[in-house]
T-cell receptor, first 109, second 116 residues
Framework: GQNIDQPTEMTATEGAIVQINCTYQ??????LFWYQQHAGEAPTFLSY??LDGLEEKGRFSSFLSRSKGYSYLLLKELQMKDSASYLC??????????WGAGTKLIIKP | GAVVSQHPSWVICKSGTSVKIECRSLDFQATTMFWYRQFPKQSLMLMAT?????????EQGVEKDKFLINHASLTLSTLTVTSAHPEDSSFYIC????????????FGPGTRLLVL
């Protein structure tokens, strides 16, 4: 079966760095996405990785290792507004998105 | 770029009525649109995938006669919840993917449906 695993909840301190991991097992791979979802709102796109390596975009970076079925989202200089759920999703061989359950990130002052 | 709108943002209706939700891609042509449902504190659940000009593909367990999807143009898809019941109350979110080889799905702001 297809499976995406990510931690349910993480807590970090304002100004710090946090890494949210995602491991996956899917039938085929056409890229991995990270989305941010604030409570009561729709997801917003953060990043897309299809090749191995690190993609940096401002305070957010996303890493992919296809051989390990592993990705992480790195958030630097955390701000209170970063409190949200972070969703990992993998596009399988049929170009369908398989969603993880999301990681709720709590930022403390 | 890549803006997706949804209308209405909130709907309150009586049990037994039908509700139509519109999803529009504002600055790109969406060959594929997706409809999701999300209950409080739960994951996104894909309901159906719709391709412009063809019938939608529904996920297992989603009643196609209850959730009617129309994707008549490259910028508009509609979801109609027929004979809505309180258990249909949820957050309905659409997303769109363009036809330019980019695989990213862009989400609309969502529609909250409350069936009394």
């Amino acid at each position: 079966g297809q499976n995406i695993d990510q931690p349910t909840e993480m807590t970090a301190t304002e100004g710090a760095i946090v890494q949210i991991n995602c491991t996956y097992q899917t039938s085929g791979f056409n890229g991995l996405f990270w989305y941010q979802q604030h409570a009561g709102e729709a997801p917003t796109f953060l990043s897309y990785n299809v090749l191995d390596g690190l993609e940096e975009k401002g305070r957010f970076s996303s890493f992919l290792s296809r051989s390990k079925g592993y990705s992480y989202l790195l958030l630097k200089e955390l701000q209170m507004k970063d409190s949200a759920s972070y969703l990992c999703a993998v596009m399988d061989s049929n170009y369908q998105l398989i969603w993880g359950a999301g990681t709720k990130l709590i930022i403390k002052p | 770029g890549a803006v997706v709108s949804q209308h209405p943002s909130w709907v309150i209706c009586k049990s037994g009525t039908s509700v139509k939700i519109e999803c529009r891609s504002l600055d790109f042509q969406a060959t594929t649109m997706f409809w999701y449902r999300q209950f409080p504190k739960q994951s996104l659940m894909l309901m159906a995938t719709s391709n412009e000009g063809s019938k939608a593909t529904y996920e297992q367990g989603v009643e196609k006669d209850k959730f009617l999807i129309n994707h008549a143009s490259l910028t508009l898809s509609t979801l109609t919840v027929t004979s809505a019941h309180p258990e249909d109350s949820s957050f309905y979110i659409c997303s769109a993917r363009d036809g330019q080889g980019r695989e990213t799905q862009y989400f609309g702001p969502g529609t909250r449906l409350l069936v009394l």
